[in-house]
């Protein structure tokens, strides 16, 4: 079974601090990584696809190294409404439509 | 915007007793999910679907069946429902073909309780 492995966390930081998340996959036929957001008692909602050359979108900076199978996601001046979980995901298989393989989440709790 | 919708949010049902979940999606998507949420085991793949008629297991089938007559409609059902089928159930949908992205829509979730 394709593994994706994250640090459980949780991770508590105050307002305005830079936050790094890790995770690791196993399968490295995988094509296809995102970054998924979950909040409490909500569904999980994508927060952005991680791609090769790495990718930024506001406060949120998103790396893949393909040679050591992964993935990391920085948040820079945290924001209360950052607190929730985040859950790394890849492809099962090569291609971007195969069965998507999700970590367990790393829990975050932004502080005043 | 995309919207997946499961027909319950809290269900409480005994053992034994035959439970349907349904969900429908609006926005045409050909793949459609069920994964269940529990605490310390992330979401888990129960069963997904690819096309109208069609179905694969995911990681842990047993003890579930599903049913995708129309494109929209993708049901989960629990047979025979046990105690240690008490979780969060989530649906979810994706565009197929060339055009996917992987990314997947949501539904707000069924949270079954079985007693």
């Known amino acids: 079974r394709k593994e994706v492995e994250q640090d459980p966390g949780p991770f508590n930081v105050p307002e305005g601090a830079t936050v790094a998340f890790n995770c690791t996959y196993s399968n490295s036929a995988s094509q296809s990584f995102f970054w998924y957001r979950q909040d409490c008692r909500k569904e999980p909602k994508l927060l952005m696809s991680?791609?090769?050359s790495g990718n930024e979108d506001g406060r949120f900076t998103a790396q893949l190294n393909r040679a050591s199978q992964y993935i990391s996601l920085l948040i820079r001046d945290s924001k209360l409404s950052d607190s929730a979980t985040y859950l790394c995901?890849?492809?099962?298989?090569?291609?971007?439509?195969?069965?998507?393989?999700f970590g367990k989440g790393t829990k975050l709790s932004v502080k005043p | 915007d995309v919207k997946v919708t499961q027909s319950s949010r809290y269900l409480v049902k005994r053992t034994g007793e035959k439970v349907f979940l349904e969900c429908v999606q609006d926005?045409?998507?050909?793949?459609m999910f069920w994964y269940r949420q529990d605490p310390g085991l992330g979401l888990r793949l129960i069963y997904f679907s690819y096309d109208v008629k069609m179905k694969e297991k995911g990681d842990i089938p047993e003890g579930y069946s599903v049913s995708r007559e129309k494109k929209e409609r993708f049901s989960l059902i629990l047979e025979s429902a046990s105690t240690n089928q008490t979780s969060m159930y989530l649906c979810?949908?994706?565009?197929?073909?060339?055009?996917?992205?992987?990314?997947?829509?949501f539904g707000e979730g069924s949270r079954l309780t079985v007693l």
């Open positions: 979810a949908s994706s565009r197929g073909g060339t055009t996917g992205t992987g990314e997947l829509f």
């Open positions: 991680v791609y090769s």
């Open positions: 926005m045409d998507h050909e793949n």
């Open positions: 995901v890849v492809t099962d298989y090569g291609g971007s439509q195969g069965n998507l393989i």
